[in-house]
């Protein structure tokens, strides 16, 4: 019996298919390319990114406008010299804040966006500025009193909000108040990130549709996320490292799913580490697979020659993609061996047969 190494192929040759190979054209099947990785290859991989035209659309250029309120907000308003006022709204006997998503002491906006105080009624404040509504209360207050001192402020920022998930320290909702919201600062309300983030796998969505971000990339480009401002509604989710793994099989120490670095980065050589290096007694160095779009319409397979002085350099340069598959093939005689184990049973039992019927 003749066991076949796996093809070494130079760049633009096809490797023949399994048993029956040869006739793999005439069967219809399609011969997948075998690239090998050279430097050149590593350079066009490497190609650095033009501009992100997802940062272009997401950067917030003008200023922003003032905070408007919204139902569920919460204000203060002071009266001065007028202490039944500010009775009116129990601060005197106002209990401590029990939990978080109770609203403090104060005027509560309510969900048709209006505000009651005494002597004002019930006024529609939703859409409007804090000094919109000082303006209201004092003219409405001078009505009753002779030029009224009148403070106005929000004690509690509950109408607009940005939820973050995923790999952060404490995902959840985070409320926006008058000081602007950008990417990093949700993040950092968030508890940070964690040690499985994916820092380069960044999802924003907004009003229906998706916008992935990779964060290593833009601060390379010299761009700032600190210049995304979030918008209310926005959800900011931070995938996991596990999420966008490599598989590597084959003769290594422990097949294993290798994960990207925070930077969302995982190398040739990153991936055989994780594995616990190629197996020095069954391994082919000689015969390391890189296996892409294995699960699409046009796969390709990069080989590289392990055993070669350069390889070091090479695997530590060649970069992996989500979902590759790195494969190290066994040598000649193991294959032998395992297909010789395989058939030693039928062997056996075929002896044994022949001796019973005798």
């Given at each position: 019996m003749r066991m076949d190494t796996p093809p070494t192929l130079p760049t633009g040759e096809t490797a023949p298919g399994a048993a029956g190979g040869e006739n793999a054209a005439a069967q219809g099947q399609q011969e997948i390319p075998v690239t090998e990785i050279t430097l050149k290859l590593i350079r066009d991989l490497n190609t650095t990114p033009g501009p992100d035209q997802i940062?272009?659309?997401?950067?917030?250029?003008?200023?922003?406008?003032?905070?408007?309120?919204?139902?569920?907000?919460?204000?203060?308003?002071?009266?001065?010299?007028?202490?039944?006022?500010?009775?009116s709204q129990g601060q005197a006997n106002a209990p401590a804040?029990?939990?978080?998503?109770?609203?403090?002491?104060?005027?509560?906006?309510?969900?048709?966006?209006?505000?009651?105080?005494?002597?004002?009624?019930?006024?529609?404040?939703?859409?409007?500025?804090?000094?919109?509504?000082?303006?209201?209360?004092?003219?409405?207050?001078?009505?009753?009193?002779?030029?009224p001192q009148v403070t106005v402020r929000i004690v509690s920022y509950r109408a607009k909000q940005v939820f973050v998930d995923g790999e952060v320290t404490t995902p959840g909702a985070l409320a926006i108040t008058d000081v602007p919201m950008t990417l990093y600062q949700a993040i950092t309300r968030a508890g940070g990130f964690t040690k499985n983030a994916d820092q380069s796998q960044v999802v924003l969505v907004r009003e229906g549709k998706s916008y992935r971000l990779n964060l290593p990339d833009m601060l390379a480009r010299g761009e700032n996320p600190s210049s995304i401002r979030l918008r209310n509604g926005d959800m900011l989710r931070?995938?996991?490292?596990?999420?966008?793994?490599?598989?590597?099989?084959?003769?290594?120490?422990?097949?294993?799913?290798?994960?990207?670095?925070?930077?969302?980065?995982?190398?040739?050589?990153?991936?055989?580490?994780?594995?616990?290096?190629?197996?020095?007694?069954?391994?082919?160095?000689?015969?390391?697979?890189?296996?892409?779009?294995?699960?699409?319409?046009?796969?390709?397979?990069f080989h590289l020659d392990a055993g070669s002085p350069v390889s070091m350099i090479l695997a530590n340069q060649f970069p992996l993609q989500p979902e590759d598959v790195v494969y190290v093939d066994s040598n000649g005689l193991v294959r032998l061996s395992r297909v010789l184990n395989l058939l030693l049973p039928g062997i056996n039992a075929a002896l044994t047969a022949a001796v019973l019927s005798k």
């Open positions: 940062y272009t659309e997401l950067q917030s250029g003008t200023k922003p406008g003032p905070y408007t309120l919204g139902p569920g907000d919460v204000v203060d308003i002071t009266v001065w010299d007028h202490p039944e006022l500010i009775q804040v029990s939990h978080p998503s109770d609203p403090a002491p104060g005027f509560v906006v309510d969900q048709d966006g209006f505000l009651q105080f005494p002597y004002i009624g019930r006024e529609h404040v939703a859409g409007i500025t804090i000094e919109d509504v000082q303006r209201i209360v004092y003219r409405k207050l001078a009505e009753y009193y002779t030029n931070i995938v996991a490292r596990e999420e966008h793994g490599v598989y590597v099989m084959g003769e290594v120490s422990k097949p294993v799913t290798a994960v990207p670095l925070r930077n969302g980065k995982l190398n040739l050589s990153d991936a055989i580490s994780q594995a616990g290096s190629i197996s020095r007694d069954t391994a082919s160095p000689r015969q390391l697979y890189v296996i892409r779009g294995s699960t699409t319409a046009k796969p390709e397979v």
